[in-house]
């Protein structure tokens, strides 16, 4: 008999910033960059712990893991002292994954900085590389560079996981870094933006992610799987949901809302609201996996709980 799930939820990605105070190239002024949620103007503002709750509204949300928000690749290390700041102040969020460029000439010392960071539990950097699977053969992402890689291999001596943002057509690049780095845990963000919904890109996801989870390093995050100029809906996003759980086993898929950039296609309850009834035929076990306990396990977060200290005038502010 098919619940709803009402147990306690731990956000595995979303986003806090200040762009008037802080440097993020992309909020930053008048112009957009191209999006694939198309014009991003409206998240130009202010988001802090507060906004969050006011979104999440009736859903009991405990804890969340910060994702990197492109913050300046100039100043990495000021905005994990940033959001560390935050975390002290409203008790979220209670895992960090934060900044780190692997073929950079400082990557092994950004690296160390960033592990010595309380909550810090992972890194992510964008790999770039193709931008349609017409263009896979023509060129490589950084999984492939042998300077990046040199920087990935540093994750594991400081316990740390990769958070890796990058399209399915890519993933068998993916698949070469998990094999060749075991130790590492890669959680793939965004479920491996399935945004082609065409019959034969749906298919051509599913065998990439297929093979993916052959990985036993590799978890996903189901999350950022909106659709341009359509309202979120479990009928666009219900089969990419079970279907990437049935891949990967609810032991290795969590829950996110990716707020705030995920408001640009949908309420925080369209999403999670959407989640609960997408797997509301699942045993309540896998459930709280989903939603809860596989990002308390995989991001180790601080076992705090969100509150509305009127400190936000103490943070500092990192140019």
């Given at each position: 008999?098919?619940?709803?799930?009402?147990?306690?939820?731990?956000?595995?990605?979303?986003?806090?910033?200040?762009?008037?105070?802080?440097?993020?190239?992309?909020?930053?002024?008048?112009?957009?960059?191209?999006?694939?949620?198309?014009?991003?103007?409206?998240?130009?503002?202010?988001?802090?712990?507060?906004?969050?709750?006011?979104?999440?509204?009736?859903?009991p949300?405990?804890?969340?893991?910060?994702?990197?928000?492109?913050?300046?690749?100039?100043d990495p290390?000021?905005?994990?002292?940033f959001?560390?700041?935050?975390?002290?102040?409203?008790?979220?969020?209670?895992?960090?994954?934060?900044?780190?460029?692997l073929?950079?000439p400082?990557?092994?010392?950004?690296?160390?900085?960033?592990?010595?960071?309380?909550?810090?539990?992972?890194?992510?950097?964008?790999?770039?590389?193709?931008?349609?699977?017409?263009?896979?053969?023509?060129?490589?992402?950084?999984?492939?560079?042998?300077?990046?890689?040199?920087?990935?291999?540093?994750?594991?001596?400081h316990?740390?996981?990769?958070d890796?943002?990058?399209?399915?057509?890519?993933?068998?690049?993916?698949?070469?870094?998990?094999?060749?780095?075991?130790?590492?845990?890669?959680?793939?963000?965004h479920?491996?933006?399935?945004?082609?919904?065409?019959?034969?890109?749906?298919?051509?996801?599913?065998?990439?992610?297929?093979?993916?989870?052959?990985?036993?390093?590799?978890?996903?995050?189901?999350?950022g799987i909106?659709?341009?100029g359509?309202?979120?809906?479990?009928?666009?996003?219900?089969?990419?949901?079970?279907e990437?759980?049935?891949?990967?086993?609810?032991?290795?898929?969590m829950?996110?809302?990716?707020?705030?950039?995920d408001?640009?296609c949908?309420?925080?309850?369209?999403?999670?609201?959407g989640?609960?009834?997408?797997?509301?035929?699942?045993?309540?076990?896998?459930?709280?996996?989903l939603?809860?306990?596989?990002?308390?396990?995989?991001?180790?977060?601080?076992?705090?709980?969100?509150?509305?200290?009127?400190a936000?005038?103490?943070?500092?502010?990192h140019?």
């Amino acid at each position: 008999m098919a619940e709803l799930y009402d147990g306690p939820i731990v956000d595995a990605h979303h986003h806090f910033w200040d762009p008037q105070r802080n440097h993020h190239p992309w909020l930053s002024g008048e112009h957009c960059i191209p999006f694939r949620y198309g014009d991003y103007s409206a998240i130009k503002r202010r988001y802090f712990p507060a906004d969050y709750l006011a979104d999440a509204g009736e859903h009991p949300v405990v804890g969340t893991v910060y994702v990197e928000t492109e913050w300046s690749p100039r100043d990495p290390i000021g905005e994990t002292a940033f959001i560390h700041e935050v975390a002290a102040l409203y008790g979220a969020p209670n895992a960090v994954v934060a900044q780190a460029w692997l073929d950079a000439p400082d990557a092994a010392d950004v690296l160390e900085a960033q592990a010595a960071f309380e909550r810090v539990r992972s890194v992510r950097h964008k790999p770039g590389g193709p931008a349609s699977p017409e263009e896979v053969g023509a060129c490589r992402t950084l999984m492939s560079d042998e300077r990046w890689r040199q920087g990935y291999a540093g994750l594991a001596r400081h316990g740390l996981h990769f958070d890796l943002q990058t399209p399915w057509w890519n993933l068998h690049e993916a698949i070469a870094l998990a094999r060749d780095f075991p130790a590492t845990r890669i959680i793939l963000n965004h479920a491996g933006l399935p945004s082609d919904r065409s019959e034969q890109g749906l298919a051509a996801w599913h065998a990439a992610m297929a093979s993916l989870a052959e990985c036993a390093n590799v978890a996903v995050k189901v999350s950022g799987i909106g659709l341009p100029g359509r309202r979120w809906s479990v009928a666009d996003n219900a089969w990419i949901v079970r279907e990437t759980i049935a891949m990967f086993g609810s032991e290795r898929v969590m829950f996110a809302s990716n707020f705030p950039v995920d408001s640009l296609c949908g309420s925080f309850d369209d999403i999670y609201g959407g989640f609960k009834r997408i797997v509301a035929d699942l045993p309540l076990a896998q459930q709280e996996q989903l939603f809860c306990r596989n990002a308390r396990r995989i991001y180790r977060t601080v076992p705090d709980a969100i509150r509305l200290d009127d400190a936000s005038a103490d943070l500092r502010t990192h140019a």
